[in-house]
């Protein structure tokens, strides 16, 4: 069993900046890769993107390429979500979550983390 962790969410002003913080129960499989969601009030749950758990190749949706970077620590389990130039539209809860690459899907999941960007 995987557990994740999150933290680092907050109230923020449009514009500003904060990191998400994932820490993993374990050094999943090489095999594995870790993904950040969102989901704001009334809508559905939609990707982020994600990370590959051996290399760090990364995927990012459209909605946040050039705001928002996934990175990951290998050595402290942790994956790691930069956010900058902050949108009223990104408020939401974040969730990361991990799973075999090879599936393409998500096992497990963490309790979310709130972020929320005033106008």
């Known amino acids: 069993q995987v557990h994740l962790v999150e933290s680092g969410g907050g109230l923020v002003q449009a514009g500003g900046s904060l990191r998400l913080s994932c820490v993993v129960s374990e050094r999943t499989f090489s095999t594995y890769h870790v993904g950040w969601f969102r989901q704001a009030p009334g809508k559905e749950r939609e990707s982020v993107g994600s990370?590959?758990?051996?290399?760090?190749?990364?995927l990012h949706a459209d909605s946040v390429k050039g705001r928002f970077t996934i990175s990951s620590d290998y050595f402290k389990n942790t994956v790691y979500l930069q956010m900058n130039n902050l949108k009223p539209e990104d408020t939401a809860v974040y969730y990361c979550?991990?799973?075999?690459?090879?599936?393409?899907?998500?096992?497990?999941w963490g309790q979310g983390t709130q972020v929320t960007v005033s106008s």
């Open positions: 990370i590959t758990w051996n290399g760090g190749s990364t």
């Open positions: 979550a991990a799973g075999n690459l090879a599936g393409g899907g998500f096992d497990y």
